[in-house]
């Protein structure tokens, strides 16, 4: 088992920054692939951005390339979100996600584990 907890939620203006944390215990969370995934009112929970287990591959969907980065700390059991250049369009409850694997996977059926979600919101 995997048990995954994000924080650094909140409100922020457009073309503001955010970090998201995602603190992982329980499986070696080192040997796991993670990924972001988002979901606003209405709509589908979607990709956003994953890492393998050693950082050495990463994905991101065309919506947040060049403005959000993925990264992990296996140290502290933690990856990390940057999302720069926020616009309204990013707002949404960002959920972490933990699978087995060595491909940083962008479906949602690939992953096993997930967090219970944070929320952020970009004002215009």
């Known amino acids: 088992q995997v048990q995954l907890v994000e924080s650094g939620g909140g409100l922020v203006q457009a073309g503001g920054s955010l970090r998201l944390s995602c603190a992982a215990s329980g499986r070696t969370f080192s040997n796991g692939v993670m990924g972001w995934f988002r979901q606003a009112p209405g709509k589908e929970r979607e990709f956003v951005a994953a890492i393998t287990r050693t950082g050495g591959a990463t994905n991101y969907a065309d919506s947040v390339k060049g403005r959000f980065t993925i990264s992990k700390d296996n140290a502290k059991n933690t990856v990390y979100l940057q999302m720069n250049s926020l616009i309204s369009e990013d707002t949404a409850v960002y959920y972490c996600?933990?699978?087995?694997?060595?491909?940083?996977?962008?479906?949602?059926?690939?992953?096993?584990?997930w967090g219970q979600g944070t929320q952020v919101t970009v004002s215009s």
């Open positions: 996600a933990a699978a087995t694997g060595f491909y940083p996977y962008i479906s949602r059926s690939s992953y096993n584990y």
